[in-house]
């Protein structure tokens, strides 16, 4: 039975979204865009237009938003949740990088500039669903906490693309239209594998904080480990057996996470077992005092107080969709500042 509480939990959701984001291949276009320009034989101009659709795939938001918005808010689709945007997400990934491949190795005949736009378009853009599927999920896991969850989850996906540099140099050195399949099979796989763990729970505790501020340590020695690696691999060139310990120590660093997620879980299970047993005490002494004297209510004391919970409480967890949200200024004030 722990084994299942700590299998699906919000900390472990956290867990699968941090590994989601950190293989998702964001920013590195800069390695196959060589081999992009010389097997499709583009000039330089040709090759920035593709680069733009890239740039624009992965700050193009609104559909992710909008499909998340659907599946888990407004529950327009039964069995809905994080995991279908995550799903479109990994198909849009494996196609985008796929046609990609398959157009640089020869497999298809070379398509052309706009479907090469279209390409490199869908595989930036499933970024985007992975980003939202995970940051708002974690938000809403820890309302309270709602600033460092995006710290923790953006700061994970700010060093994926050094964590996927040091695969290229370990599997695809020389190769980058290998490390394009790459990009088609890894952020796909990992995303499917992981997704279902990525689920809203409702439940918070009040010093949430203190054991999320476990992963911002952590990325900050990844990201200062992946610092050192690079500038090693600058000044001195290590052979195949150093690059595959640093990797292999890497992947460790990576896994470091779900130590903090099982042992924050562990201590939820042990603080509401407590919890239930101190309120489990406390009604039977209220039922033995009720035995012993009675007391009733004047008419109508009761339904009074149900019927201010009934106004109170919807308006607690109520949320606004996307007209709502047009509406006020916040919004207004957060698309400025993203333009």
């Known amino acids: 039975m722990r084994r299942l509480r700590i299998s699906s939990s919000k900390w472990i959701a956290t867990v699968a979204s941090i590994w989601i984001l950190c293989s998702c291949g964001a920013d590195t276009f800069s390695i196959y865009s060589s081999v992009l320009k010389s097997s499709q034989g583009y000039d330089q101009s040709t090759l920035d237009t593709v680069a733009f659709f890239k740039d624009f795939g992965s700050n193009s938001g609104v559909l992710a938003g909008l499909l998340y918005s659907a599946v888990t808010v407004n529950n327009n689709f039964r069995g809905g949740g994080p995991w279908v945007v995550h799903a479109a997400g990994a198909i849009q990934n494996f196609f985008g990088y796929f046609m990609m491949w398959a157009s640089v190795s020869g497999l298809i005949q070379r398509p052309p500039v706009a479907l090469m736009c279209l390409f490199i378009f869908l595989s930036n853009h499933a970024g985007v669903f992975f980003a ?19 710290g923790v989850l953006k700061g994970f996906l700010g060093i994926n693309g050094a964590i996927m540099v040091q695969a290229y140099g370990i599997f695809c050195k020389g190769k980058p239209s290998t490390f394009i399949l790459m990009l088609a099979l890894l952020p796909t796989f990992v995303s499917i594998v992981l997704m279902s763990f990525v689920r809203i729970y409702e439940a918070n505790t009040v010093d949430d904080v203190k054991r999320l501020n476990g992963f911002p340590i952590v990325a900050l020695i990844i990201a200062g480990y992946l610092m050192i690696i690079l500038i090693l691999e600058n000044i001195f060139s290590l052979p195949l057996w150093a690059n595959i310990i640093t990797f292999i120590f890497m992947l460790l660093l990576l896994a470091s996470p779900l130590g903090i997620a099982i042992k924050a879980q562990r201590e939820d299970s042990m603080r509401f077992s407590q919890m239930f047993s101190s309120e489990s005490n406390h009604s039977k002494e209220n039922q033995a005092k009720d035995s012993l004297e009675y007391h009733e209510l004047p008419d109508g004391e009761g339904q009074v107080h149900d019927a201010l919970d009934d106004k109170i409480l919807p308006y ?22 993203m333009v």
Request: no cysteine; proline share 2%.
């Open 132 to 150: 939202t599927a995970n940051l708002v999920t974690g938000v809403q896991n820890f309302p309270q906490s709602s600033g460092t969850i995006v």
């Open 316 to 337: 607690e967890d109520q949320g606004m969709n996307l007209l709502q949200a047009l509406r006020t200024m916040n919004f207004w004030l957060l698309f400025i500042a």
